[in-house]
């Protein structure tokens, strides 16, 4: 699977940005899918997932309320659309694909086997 990340920008505090993911795969819908993030000097960290059939998203505790994960399985891409954007949301997104996810394992960076190469978002005060 290629993924392709895009939608990345710089933006003021409290502004949106819509990310999207492109995938290559022809079982796109096979896919959980995830997008991460990672600081200068942090580790890469959880922000939102969703399972193949689109139900059920779930999100890291940086992301509830402001940032919703969504996929169009017919068009192989999956969306992070991000509200009230803020300076500690700066970082490099990457979005993620799992074949045979473990839900008890899907907050973790292992657990997703192939990734795109990222899309900066930077967000100043």
């Known amino acids: 699977v290629q993924l392709q990340a895009s939608g990345g920008g710089s933006v003021q505090a409290g502004a949106s940005l819509r990310l999207s993911c492109a995938a290559s795969?022809?079982?796109?819908?096979?896919?959980?899918m995830a997008w991460f993030r990672q600081a200068p000097g942090k580790e890469r960290e959880f922000v939102a997932g969703?399972?193949?059939?689109?139900?059920?998203?779930y999100y890291g505790d940086s992301a509830k309320g402001r940032f919703t994960i969504s996929r169009d399985n017919a068009k192989n891409t999956v969306h992070l659309q991000m509200n009230s954007l803020k300076p500690e949301d700066t970082a490099v997104y990457y979005c993620?694909?799992?074949?045979?996810?473990?839900?008890?394992?899907?907050?973790?960076?292992?657990?997703?086997?192939?990734w795109g190469q990222g899309t900066q978002v930077t967000v100043s005060s």
């Open positions: 993620a694909a799992a074949r045979g996810l473990i839900l008890s394992s899907r907050f973790l960076r292992d657990a997703y086997d192939y």
């Open positions: 969703i399972r193949r059939s689109g139900t059920s998203p």
């Open positions: 795969a022809e079982s796109f819908s096979t896919y959980s």
